[in-house]
C-alpha cells in the first residue's frame, strides 16, 4: 500500500501558499497522560526515509525517523494539552488547543495548514487550512507531526512513570490495557490521569470533582 505523498501540499503551493506545515497528535485515547501535538514544515518534495503513519512504525523506526526530520525540516514544534485541560475542555477542544499552540511556536511561520482529521483550527483568517482525514496515511507534512508527536508524547509518558510508580505508565503510556485497569482499581487515580474518562469514573471512590 502506497504511503502518504506531497498531493496536498503540491495543491497548497499552486494555489500561492509557501509554508505549509502538517499538524498532527498523539494520544487522544489513554486515560493518563497529555496530549500532544507537533507542527511541522519541511522542504517541498524532499523525501525523508521513514516518514510514514507513524502507528505503523516500529519505536525504533519512529526515533529513527524522529532524528531524519529534525535534521531536514524547515522548523518544527510541539504543543501539549495537560490532563487537566482534556478534563475541563473535553479531549477534542484540549487536542485542538494544543495544535494551536504548536502552530503559533513555529518560526518561519506557516501560510496555510494541513491538519489531522475532520476540523481545522481556530486561527487568524490569515492561515489557509485543510483538514485531511486519516492525514498521517496522506499528506508527508502530516506524516512527520505524527512521528513528532508520537515520540515526544512516549518520552513524557516514561518521565511522568518515575513520578508516578505503579501503573505501568513507561510501558501502556497511558493506554487502558489490563495491568492499567487493575493497578486503578488498586491505586485509585494520579494526577497524571484524565478523571473525566469513563473507565475513572467507574471506578469507586474515583470522584470527578
Not at 171 to 183: F, L, S, V, W
Not at 192 to 207: D, N, T, V
Request: aromatic fraction near 8%; include cysteine; charged fraction near 25%.
Amino acid at each position: 500500500m502506497a504511503g502518504p505523498d506531497w498531493s496536498f501540499e503540491q495543491e497548497a503551493l499552486q494555489a500561492g501558499h509557501g509554508y505549509i506545515a502538517g499538524v498532527d497528535e498523539a494520544g487522544r485515547g489513554p486515560l493518563a497522560g497529555p496530549v500532544v501535538t507537533a507542527a511541522v514544515i519541511l522542504p517541498y518534495n524532499r523525501n525523508i526515509d521513514g516518514v510514514r503513519d507513524s502507528k505503523k512504525l516500529s519505536h525504533e523506526q519512529r526515533l529513527k525517523a524522529r532524528e531524519r526530520i529534525l535534521k531536514g525540516a524547515l522548523t518544527f514544534a510541539w504543543g501539549a494539552a495537560s490532563p487537566t485541560e482534556i478534563d475541563r475542555l473535553n479531549i477534542h477542544r484540549a487536542t485542538l488547543l494544543a495544535m494551536r499552540r504548536a502552530v503559533l511556536k513555529l518560526r518561519p511561520g506557516p501560510d496555510y495548514l494541513l491538519v489531522d482529521g475532520k476540523f481545522t483550527l481556530d486561527l487568524h483568517p490569515g492561515y489557509g487550512q485543510r483538514a485531511v482525514i486519516k492525514g498521517d496515511d496522506r499528506s508527508v507534512s502530516i506524516a512527520a507531526a505524527s512521528i513528532l508527536a508520537k515520540v515526544m508524547r512516549d518520552e513524557i509518558m516514561v518521565r511522568l512513570a518515575h513520578f508516578f510508580p505503579g501503573y505501568g505508565l513507561e510501558q501502556n503510556k497511558g493506554y487502558p490495557t489490563k495491568d492499567h485497569r487493575e493497578a486503578l482499581a488498586r491505586l485509585g487515580p494520579c494526577p497524571a490521569h484524565r478523571r473525566s474518562f469513563g473507565p475513572l469514573k467507574q471506578i469507586q471512590g474515583c470522584l470527578f470533582p
